[in-house]
């Protein structure tokens, strides 16, 4: 198993942390199949465990938002105003495809709108393999959310 976990705190602009949880990355089994001629070796004995990634902004949404809205006139608090309805109504097509994206689109928004923390989590029930992963982008990926189990949660 590999488990890399990452933080970052901007003082001030947004804390972060990211985990990302993969397993089958045995390097023994991984070498010897390469040195047998599979140079796919670590895609077809990975798998994906789990994700997380949390943004728990302070002013950091503030910010992009006036950068923003030096290119795009206004102010910086109209666009963040705005933006959140904008989001909602991008989420309402890719619902027909999965309806997990509404509430992803409704967390994003509200995120965008009130700040707070903003948490993207993977937890499938079992580990995902590579080879599956892959497979399920190309074939059905509108069902990839299910598959890993996604989920996007705000937090005032």
């Known amino acids: 198993?590999?488990?890399f976990k990452t933080s970052a705190d901007t003082k001030g602009l947004a804390d972060f942390l990211m985990t990302l949880d993969l397993s089958g990355f045995d390097l023994a089994k991984i070498n010897a199949a390469m040195a047998a001629g599979d140079k796919d070796a670590a895609i077809k004995l990975g798998a994906f465990k789990g994700f997380r990634l949390t943004i728990a902004d302070e002013k950091l949404?503030?910010?992009v938002f006036d950068i923003a809205a030096i290119d795009m006139g206004g102010t910086g608090a109209e666009l963040r105003r705005s933006t959140p309805e904008l989001i909602r109504l991008s989420g309402a097509p890719a619902a027909a495809a999965n309806p997990r994206m509404a509430d992803y689109a409704e967390a994003v928004a509200d995120f965008v709108a009130e700040g707070g923390a903003l948490e993207?989590?993977?937890?499938?029930a079992a580990?995902?393999?590579f080879e599956a992963f892959a497979a399920t982008g190309q074939t059905a990926p509108?069902?990839?959310p299910d598959l890993i189990n996604l989920s996007v949660t705000h937090r005032k």
């Not at 993207?120 to 499938?124: H, K, L, N, S, V």
């Open 127 to 129: 580990p995902v393999k």
């Open 120 to 124: 993207i989590a993977a937890r499938p």
């Open 1 to 3: 198993d590999a488990a």
């Open 61 to 63: 949404l503030d910010a």
């Open 142 to 144: 509108q069902s990839l």
